[in-house]
């Protein structure tokens, strides 16, 4: 097992990474959490129905609640963030209880969300499921969703701690491998090259990915990600870097309609286009070919959806809340681990979109 330490302006925590680890999460209760009355419990469906019996053995020794939610994006929504208060008024939760988010991404976003507004904050921990929360659990965003922003209702709010066991990613689906895993590649191409060809020499297959190098690969993407938000906790300078690719991923992902595409997938996308404008513009020195292949071989898609149209996918990107004016801020590479903003006008990303198609 390893313990990285997430250290953030707001708060200092341990993020435990390894296989068959999930005794260590009373050991940290025990010894962390001064006078715990109850413990809150949020997961989904599909993690309650593959994982409860194990989570309820693992706080045996606590006087825990089960609060299960809807699986994926529908645990983001207003009505079930007020069902889990509601949850929590009824089951008394108090100063002195604690929030377990026991799922991937949309849990532990939900979950936190709950938590830091709940009697306005109560303690939290992360015990991550997927591929992608090596990305989710780590920084303190936490959100739900408005029909009209996805995460725009949220807060920054740091957990306690975050425990990430591995066996838990075994079970995942294909695509939800390989959503999770396109954020571990992003994470090497914005700051270790090193780092970028060890992935591309040891990781031939997703379906078969375990052991040390799922293990490698998650932590060295969580000291990554770690690297951007301890420095910049509010996203007022280098987080914005955690967002290469994501902006045609964004646009990708909403006109696909959400749940067509993963996350990841889209954004895998993005970031081949974000790669082909750093090279006109960035003067990045770079073979896009090999890493093509490599998608391939990993099972990712390489080019935009041919029903997709240039128009709307611009237009999207225009509304992205990263852009400014006119122009669209695109996150790009000047050498590999170099990322930095620069402002791409409609015209351009147009024309560059269409020699991307071709
Ligand atoms: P998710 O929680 O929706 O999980 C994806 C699917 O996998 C769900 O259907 C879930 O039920 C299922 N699942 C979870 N664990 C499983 C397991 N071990 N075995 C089998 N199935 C399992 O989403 P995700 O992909 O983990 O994360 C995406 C979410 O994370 C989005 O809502 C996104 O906005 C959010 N996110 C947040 C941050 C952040 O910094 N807070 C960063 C990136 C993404
Ligand atoms: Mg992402």
Not at 16 to 36: A, C, E, M, R
Not at 218 to 232: A, M, P, Q, Y
Request: with cysteine; proline share 3%.
């Amino acid at each position: 097992m390893d313990v990285l330490t997430i250290e953030t302006a707001s708060k200092t925590y341990p993020v435990y990474v390894g296989t068959n680890i999930l005794d260590q999460l009373s050991v940290f209760i025990k010894d962390s959490i001064p006078d715990l009355t109850t413990i809150m419990v949020i997961t989904d469906e599909t993690v309650a129905k593959l994982y409860s019996n194990d989570i309820r053995a693992a706080l045996e020794n606590f006087n825990t609640e089960f609060c299960i939610v809807p699986s994926g994006e529908r645990a983001k929504t207003f009505d079930v963030y007020y069902q889990a208060l509601s949850f929590a008024f009824e089951k008394k939760l108090d100063r002195k209880s604690l929030v377990i988010a026991f799922g991937g991404g949309a849990i532990g976003d939900l979950g936190g969300f709950v938590a830091s507004t709940y009697m306005r904050g109560i303690p939290f921990i992360q015990v991550p499921t997927t591929i992608l929360s090596h990305d989710s659990a780590v920084g303190g965003k936490v959100a739900i969703n408005h029909p009209l922003g996805k995460n725009m209702i949220g807060s920054f709010y740091q957990p306690e701690a975050v425990l990430y066991d591995l066996t838990f990613l075994q079970s995942l689906p294909q695509n939800e491998k390989l959503s999770g895993f396109a954020e571990v590649i992003k994470h090497s191409l914005i700051h270790d090259p090193s780092f970028y060809d060890w992935l591309v020499t040891n990781i031939n297959s997703i379906e078969a990915l375990d052991g040390e190098k799922l293990h490698h690969s998650l932590k060295r993407g969580i000291e990554i990600k770690n690297h951007f938000v301890s420095k910049d906790e509010r996203e007022t300078g280098i987080r914005a870097y955690l967002n290469f690719g994501h902006t045609l991923g964004h646009a990708i992902e909403a006109e696909m309609g959400y749940g067509q595409w993963t996350h990841g997938e889209s954004v895998m996308v993005g970031i081949l286009f974000a790669l082909q404008l750093s090279k006109d513009f960035a003067g990045l020195n770079f073979q896009t070919e090999p890493l093509k292949e490599w998608l391939h071989q990993l099972g990712y898609e390489t080019e935009i959806p041919q029903e997709l149209s240039v128009q709307n996918l611009v237009s999207r990107m225009k509304q992205d809340k990263k852009s400014i004016g006119q122009k669209v801020n695109f996150v790009l590479l000047e050498e590999i681990g170099r990322p930095k903003l620069y402002e791409v006008s409609d015209e351009e990303i147009e024309k560059q979109l269409l020699i991307f198609q071709q």
